[in-house]
């Protein structure tokens, strides 16, 4: 989906759930809803054998009168039957999966091999499956019928919205069908049992347990607590009557969880997407197209799914949202008939809708409510930053240009330095934001029209540029330094303090390069981890001081509680720091970095991702990367600008980055990361005020 | 933590005769709860165990406070990030223990804690290594015990009570902790040989309760009308599915090595390892060339055949992919290696491949 979040990686969340959920913590987790699912058994079992309409397919034999309930193994006994009665009527239905040959890992994961489960649901053989169990793109796939035959089977589509494929067999006899329960029969504390085939291909395994909630993963699931693992994945979740719920499998859940559902296995939380939703799509599959979640490529500035009302700054170039007309300032009202107070109901209307299909959208704008149907896309072209070369300070009555790259649209277009742009497209800038997210959506070969006073403040006129994507190449050019305003004496400007910094409950160290002129405009906010240990101030002031006084930057460097390494958690520092230091000073957004050295490289990844919205870039100097965990494409108003000092494997790090849209450069060099004086402070210099240019 | 009363309230609720009060905030009910406890103990001042046949009139929370006083808490060596702790259950009236054998076992005195609060000291009576389990003999008699003559058999399906101390969660006199669950299926490990690093390689009780976990391993499996089905298995890993599986070892398999142990032999370890045969079957021996195997998981694609080898008059051909060796499945062409090395070289191997869409099942003959 495209929306905000394209990588608010929530990082730290869920890097630490990971581990926990698939360490000791996941199982102490699944003990605790263990108990839970004990205690809300019989109520609830009781009422559905009673309130079930006797003409369905299991005979509860076990409970022939309400006298028979006082007998309180009588009712257990029942119970077990009218559950084994429907494991019987389903399991006909249930086929096993083997694969052959494939990968055996992706990303460092390790792909399990194991057989997996399948559910008929046409006689003709056609078989649905989780996704997951095919990760490994086998070189061949076998389906086991439970009357013992094989058959060699065909993926026909995939549903990556659901997680869900489509098989195909040849049947030589119509093979049974799974019976769908209607949905609007479904309560939550239902009985509700997960079939899976992985162990034998002639008999089901079998777990019990209720629905646990409805409208799951946006939507897309229905939650058990029966256990759900690669044991039953692609098995049925059936109700007591043997009628198939959904189809198990590891849905992406939700923003906590990140996007990997396996790591819920056994705990308590199990998800089936409903055979309903799989058989609407059924036709769509068998023809062999392929169902991705559908995108809308709108773009709002807070990315949390709990910020509201959904106010956005724009639609993404070439989106759907950009195709019928939505543009900044519009609000969300409604999607589909239902209402949008905040992002996460959008989001939750817009999972379930696939790439191809339509929605609706109510907006309002300035005053107006309109309607607006837009057609959902599987895609939206890769978004790279759009550029006009210029740098920009606030100051009275517009922007005031205070730099210009040459050959650039904007030097092009005849702007010069010590103008001030008081609008753009009609639109009064007060604020470079205003200009930032004008240009951030605005089309490729649609100029800007802006209207610029000469430095005199005599004249006024009009200048359209037409904006360009980020240049590939680091930019080349030695900006102007940043003076302090005022007529303070030069000396006063020349001098930077080095200071250690104290955050409540946070026992690490940390040094911090001050210019004396602070406080006196807004500052550029640098923070750096270096390699684990403890770090000489000296050294620090030495090879960081000039960069501090030239360019205006305030640089903190925190140090490893631990002098031999630094830990996971302290990954959260930068967010603390950030968040500090925002209060104290005024902060440059668009010059706000996370960097690091060596190992230090790698806790900056981490922290650039987790505090994105706060930060304009991040760099790693001699850090050895191979691959960086972002799979979400840049998107307009999240971008973030990487760069990586060091050996030339970086290069196709860069490159990879590249490919999602976001402006990533590298540069070879040789960094001894114990030595600051190895660093390259031209290059790094040169890149950090790039941030600033539009 | 909960205390053991509530662990037991909750398993009371199974009982569909509440009076409307809960255990968790009554106090008065606890106590009521307390003295029935007692008075059961009472009733049990002889060693007895309780037939299947007396069980199915009783509720689901007398199953379980009869069957708590049958199982033990465990306590011995650990360390080096191995618990000390585990959990076992008493199978006669001269107080022998049933648990699994683990490095828990490797102190002098174990040190047992009774759910009726008492403190045992026991020692290895004998141990079976091919079954992972030990038998105990306790200084004192038991409250009660299960008889492994009365156990049950179990079937997929079928609705369990998996009792054991997992997590070391209780203390002292506390009960040990009760799960309810259903058995997922009966599995033999040796089925799924490879995927499992476990010594035992027979029949397994899959359960969905979670008691894969610290401590429960040597913990009782029961039915509802509280027979023994089984004793819950250690810790173990499916690798092919990449999960920590629930299982428990059926009474079933238990019952004749317990029988020996008791009688005083010793069993020594078998080979339940597939040997590799002394003159193992090669490619070259049945014909046939395989595509590269350049990948870990590279499917076992045949290249080429032999003129005149025994794949050659079976009639396999280029592009057919061997899906089965012997009716074992080989999921790449190292797995199909390791399949023929357990083969002789002298006797016939039944070849399943696809060709197309088609599947072919031929005996190649040396």
Not at chain 1, 127 to 154: F, K, M, Y
Not at chain 1, 386 to 391: A, E, K, S
Not at chain 1, 645 to 664: C, H, T
């Amino acid at each position: 989906m495209m929306l905000t979040s394209y990588f608010r990686l929530n990082g730290i969340k869920s890097c630490r759930m990971g581990a926990w959920l698939s360490g000791i913590g996941k199982r102490r987790l699944a003990v605790g809803l263990c108990a839970l699912a004990l205690s809300c058994g019989l109520g609830l079992q009781l009422e559905t054998l009673l309130a079930q309409s006797p003409t369905g397919t299991p005979s509860l034999t076990g409970i022939q009168s309400p006298t028979d309930h006082r007998s309180p193994m009588s009712l257990v006994l029942a119970e077990q039957k009218a559950l084994q009665q429907a494991v019987t009527h389903v399991a006909p239905c249930v086929v096993q999966i083997e694969t052959f040959g494939g990968l055996d890992r992706i990303d460092d994961k390790a792909i399990a091999s194991g057989p997996t489960t399948g559910t008929i649901v046409d006689a003709d053989g056609w078989i649905v499956t989780s996704l997951h169990g095919l990760l490994q793109q086998p070189a061949s796939i076998l389906v086991n019928l439970p009357d013992g035959t094989r058959a060699p089977a065909q993926i026909v589509a995939r549903d990556y919205s659901r997680e869900i494929a489509l098989l195909k067999i040849d049947a030589l006899s119509p093979l049974p069908v799974a019976q769908p329960s209607d949905p609007k029969s479904w309560q939550v504390g239902q009985w509700s049992i997960a079939l899976g085939k992985t162990y034998d291909a002639r008999s089901v395994t079998q777990s019990y347990g209720i629905i646990s909630a409805l409208g799951r993963a946006y939507g897309r699931a229905v939650q058990t607590d029966a256990k759900v693992s690669p044991i039953n994945y692609g098995g049925p979740l059936v109700d007591l009557f043997g009628n198939v719920i959904g189809i198990l499998t590891p849905i992406a859940a939700g923003e906590m969880l990140g996007d990997d559902g396996t790591v819920l296995y056994d705990s308590g939380i199990g998800f089936a997407v409903p055979l309903s939703d799989i058989l609407q799509r059924l036709p769509t599959m068998k023809s062999g197209n392929d169902i991705r979640a559908g995108k809308l490529g709108v773009v709002t500035a807070d990315s949390n799914e709990m910020a509201g009302p959904v106010r956005l700054t724009g639609a993404a170039p070439g989106s759907p949202a950009a195709k019928v007309g939505m543009k900044a300032g519009d609000v969300i009202l409604e999607a589909n008939g239902r209402p949008v107070n905040l992002l996460a109901d959008l989001r939750h209307v817009l999972a379930s809708i696939d790439a191809g299909q339509s929605m609706e959208i109510v907006i309002r704008r300035d005053q107006q409510t309109l309607t607006m149907s837009c057609d959902l896309v599987a895609e939206i072209p890769v978004y790279r930053r759009r550029f006009l070369g210029m740098q920009v300070e606030d100051s009275d009555g517009g922007l005031k240009i205070r730099a210009l790259i040459g050959d650039s649209p904007a030097a092009l277009s005849g702007l010069e330095v010590g103008q001030t742009v008081t609008h753009c497209n009609d639109q009064e800038l007060v604020q470079r934001e205003n200009l930032e997210s004008l240009l951030a959506v605005a089309d490729l070969d649609v100029p800007l029209r802006l209207t610029v006073q000469s430095e005199d403040g005599q004249s006024k006129r009009e200048i359209s540029v037409v904006p360009t994507k980020w240049p590939d190449k680091l930019i080349g050019h030695d900006p102007p330094v940043r003076t302090p305003p005022g007529n303070g004496a030069v000396e006063a400007t020349n001098v930077v303090q080095i200071t250690e910094l104290k955050l409540a409950d946070i026992p690490n160290k940390i040094h911090a390069i001050l210019p004396a002129a602070a406080k006196l405009r807004p500052i550029g906010c640098l923070l750096v981890f270096s390699e684990p240990g403890e770090l000489s101030a000296d050294k620090l002031k030495t090879n960081w001081e000039r960069l501090a006084i030239d360019y205006g930057w305030l640089i903190v460097f925190p140090v490893s509680n631990n002098p031999q390494a630094w830990t996971r958690d302290e990954v959260e520092l930068a967010s603390r720091l950030l968040a500090r230091l925002d209060q104290e000073y005024t902060i440059d957004r668009c010059r706000t970095v996370i960097g690091g050295m060596g190992v230090g490289g790698q806790l900056a990844l981490i922290a650039a991702l987790v505090e994105k919205e706060r930060i304009a870039g991040t760099f790693t100097l001699g850090t050895s990367l191979r691959r960086l965990p972002l799979r979400t494409a840049n998107a307009p108003m999240q971008s973030l600008d990487f760069l990586f000092i060091g050996d030339r494997q970086l290069e196709s790090v860069a490159e990879q980055l590249g490919k999602l849209g976001y402006v990533a450069n590298s540069i070879a060099a040789e960094i001894d990361t114990s030595k600051w004086d190895t660093v390259p402070f031209e290059a790094l210099k040169r890149w950090l005020e790039s941030l600033a240019y539009l | 933590m909960k205390p053991d009363w509530i662990v037991i309230a909750e398993s009371n609720m199974w009982n569909s005769s509440r009076q409307g009060v809960s255990w968790k905030s009554n106090p008065l009910s606890m106590g009521l709860f307390m003295m029935a406890l007692l008075a059961m103990m009472l009733s049990y001042r002889t060693p007895r165990h309780v037939s299947g046949q007396e069980a199915t009139s009783q509720s689901l929370h007398q199953t379980v406070v009869a069957s708590e006083l049958k199982t033990v808490k465990l306590f011995g060596a650990g360390g080096m990030g191995l618990e000390s702790y585990q959990s076992g259950f008493f199978i006669s009236a001269e107080g022998h223990i049933l648990t699994v054998w683990s490095t828990v076992l490797d102190v002098s005195d174990i040190i047992c804690v009774t759910s009726d609060g008492r403190k045992l000291k026991a020692q290895v009576l004998g141990i079976d290594p091919n079954l992972e389990l030990a038998v105990l003999l306790s200084d004192q008699p038991p409250a009660a015990y299960f008889s492994l003559e009365d156990s049950a058999q179990a079937a997929p399906g079928d609705r369990v009570l998996a009792i054991s101390n997992l997590f070391g969660i209780a203390t002292g006199s506390e009960m040990s902790s009760v799960q309810k669950g259903a058995v997922m299926t009966i599995t033999e490990l040796r089925a799924r040989r490879g995927n499992f690093q476990s010594v035992y390689q027979g029949p397994a009780l899959i359960i969905d309760a979670m008691t894969n976990n610290p401590g429960a391993a040597g913990g009782a499996l029961l039915n509802m009308q509280g027979q023994l089905l089984g004793m819950l298995g250690k810790e173990l890993r499916d690798t092919s599915a990449n999960i920590w599986i629930n299982y428990a070892l059926p009474a079933a398999q238990f019952k004749e090595s317990v029988g020996n142990i008791l009688a005083g032999k010793t069993i020594i370890r078998s080979q339940a390892t597939r040997k590799v045969a002394d003159r193992p079957m090669s490619l070259s021996q049945l014909g046939l060339v395989l595509i590269p195997n350049i990948l870990s998981k590279t499917p076992a694609y045949i290249d080429s055949v032999q003129p005149r080898s025994p794949a050659a008059s079976a009639g396999l051909k280029p592009d057919d992919l061997i899906l089965f060796i012997n009716s074992q499945r080989v999921a790449s062409q190292a797995a199909l290696m390791e399949e023929l090395n357990t083969i002789d070289r002298g006797d016939g191997v039944l070849v399943m491949v696809q060709r197309g869409s088609e599947l072919k099942e031929v005996l190649l003959q040396p």
